[in-house]
Structure formats: structure tokens, C-alpha cells
């Protein structure tokens, strides 16, 4: 039997379908995006637990998050210091 915290979740998905008149595939997209805002949240809590652990600073999430962003058209990489171009 499934976990009742999953058949709520499904049923306000269905629910929030209804009520802004999505289709399959705005929901997918939908879900698709809230997935990587997951990601994205869980990238920065294990960044800012290595920061406490190290005092590396912003600069560690950058680092953990470079390939991340290659994938959706950011920077791949670290970016040149003296902003010269490779």
C-alpha cells in the first residue's frame, strides 16, 4: 500500500491541475522545475555545511555548483581569474 504522504502529494498535484487548467505537459514541466529547486537547495545546504566546516565562503558553492550550471547554459568551469578568455 502506498505511503499516505505520497497519495496526498498526487492528489494535490491533481488538485493544482484542475485549478490553473494545466495539461500533462505543463504539470511535468511543472514538477520538473520544483525537482530542481530541490537540487538547487540541496547543493547550497551541503556547500554551507562544508563552509562551516572549512570557512571556504561563497566561493565553495560556485565550486559545486559549476557543472550544475554547464548543463543549463552557465558558466562551465571555473572562470578565469584576470578574465582573460581560454
Do not use: C, T
Amino acid at each position: 500500500m502506498p505511503d499516505a504522504g505520497l497519495e496526498k502529494s498526487m492528489v494535490e498535484l491533481l488538485e493544482l491541475k484542475d485549478k490553473y487548467h494545466l495539461d500533462n505537459d505543463k504539470l511535468l514541466l511543472l514538477v520538473g522545475l520544483v525537482n530542481l529547486m530541490g537540487i538547487i537547495n540541496l547543493l547550497e545546504v551541503r556547500v554551507a555545511a562544508g563552509a562551516e566546516k572549512s570557512g571556504a565562503g561563497r566561493s565553495a558553492l560556485h565550486q559545486e555548483m559549476a557543472p550544475l550550471w554547464g548543463m543549463f547554459g552557465g558558466p562551465k568551469g571555473r572562470q578565469p581569474v584576470d578574465g582573460a578568455a581560454k
